[in-house]
């Protein structure tokens, strides 16, 4: 499955923005990573394929909503980020797995997007 995620952009603190990922086929569970300059790149969201089970970590808990559009045979993923900070600032990637499942572990996911830049000013 390949994926093309948009929506990335420059915004001030408090500001929101919408990512986007569209996968080119079926997926199970999908979810959202980033990786700010100089640091590993760390889960931020996920959502089971059903879309009855979400999760986040705890730093964009409340901000952050992952949702997802199974509609046909295309999956979508999408991550409404409000009240954003400057740490927030990352290139954010969608990742989805091939296999029933939920992770939060980077080796557990099989396809990845090419990223896209959020900055977060202050």
């Known amino acids: 499955v390949q994926l093309q995620a948009s929506g990335g952009g420059l915004v001030q603190a408090g500001g929101s923005l919408r990512l986007s990922c569209a996968a080119s086929g079926r997926t199970f569970a999908m979810g959202w990573f980033r990786q700010a300059p100089g640091k590993e790149r760390e889960f931020v969201a996920v959502?089971?394929?059903?879309?009855?089970?979400?999760?986040?970590r705890d730093s964009v808990k409340g901000r952050f909503t992952i949702s997802r559009d199974n509609n046909n045979s295309k999956h979508t993923v999408y991550l409404q980020m409000n009240s954003l900070k400057p740490e927030d600032t990352a290139v954010y990637y969608c990742?989805?797995?091939?296999?029933?499942?939920?992770?939060?572990?980077?080796?557990?996911?099989?396809?990845w997007g090419q990223g896209t830049q959020v900055t977060v000013s202050s």
């Open positions: 959502i089971s394929w059903n879309l009855r089970r979400t999760e986040y």
């Open positions: 990742a989805a797995r091939d296999s029933l499942g939920m992770s939060t572990m980077r080796s557990d996911f099989d396809s």
